[in-house]
């Protein structure tokens, strides 16, 4: 055997160490890069509901129900919660001599006892059967999934450039008997 040979053998563990080290850091720093990611994702999704919130308690602030007598305005969420306790901070705050009650639904039957209904992405493929049944009731409902408006969703809002954007359904709203604030409508990017 000779030495060149011999020094090939000694450093191949050695480029073997080497290479292990570095694919455990690189693994590492991944790891960190997919992990900070997230949480930076995390974080934007959770100012994206804050400001949702935001904007449904000015939505409902300036809609008019056609029975005004209630006190308390019931704003229901129906499906997966993605505000958080964000969406329950709206019951500390006033609207128009009106107290807001967050209430999370589960069952369809009981959207019916709502004024306004917030629907999670997660039950967009049941939305045509649910909004079915709650037709001409005065309730304002409310979704952030892009096909929401056409399907008679009376606001829908959208992330667009970063931006929380809105479109309202007139129809959906009249049909309901409910009254949208001109205010509300100019500042929609889209009126069906």
């Known amino acids: 055997m000779r030495i060149d040979e011999h020094i090939c053998l000694l450093r191949l563990p050695d480029t073997f160490v080497k290479r292990s080290i570095f694919n455990l850091l690189l693994a590492l ?15 934007n999704s959770q100012i994206e509901y804050q400001v949702k919130a935001a904007f449904i308690y000015n939505f409902i602030a300036f ?8 006190k308390t305005i019931n704003l229901c969420l129906y499906g997966e919660n993605y505000f ?4 329950n901070k709206l019951q500390s705050k006033p609207v128009n001599n009106h107290h ?6 589960y069952n ?7 004024q306004a209904i917030f629907f999670s992405k997660s039950v967009t493929n049941n939305l045509p059967s649910i909004l079915k049944n709650l037709q001409n009731k005065p309730i304002l409902t409310l979704a952030d999934d892009p096909d929401a408006t ?5 606001i829908n809002m959208n992330v667009v450039n970063e931006k929380i954007v809105f479109e309202i359904n ?4 009249r049909s309901s008997g409910l009254d949208i604030s001109s205010k509300l409508l100019q500042l929609a990017v889209k009126v069906y």
Do not use: R, Y
């Open 150 to 154: 056409p399907q008679s969703v009376t």
């Open 108 to 114: 369809p039957e009981e959207l019916k006892d709502c």
């Open 29 to 43: 720093c991944l790891s960190f890069i997919m992990l900070a990611s997230q949480s930076i994702a995390i974080a």
């Open 63 to 70: 809609t008019q129900w056609p029975d005004n007598a209630n």
């Open 84 to 87: 958080g306790d964000e969406i």
């Open 100 to 105: 807001i009650k967050v209430k999370h639904i």
């Open 170 to 173: 007139l129809g959906a709203a």
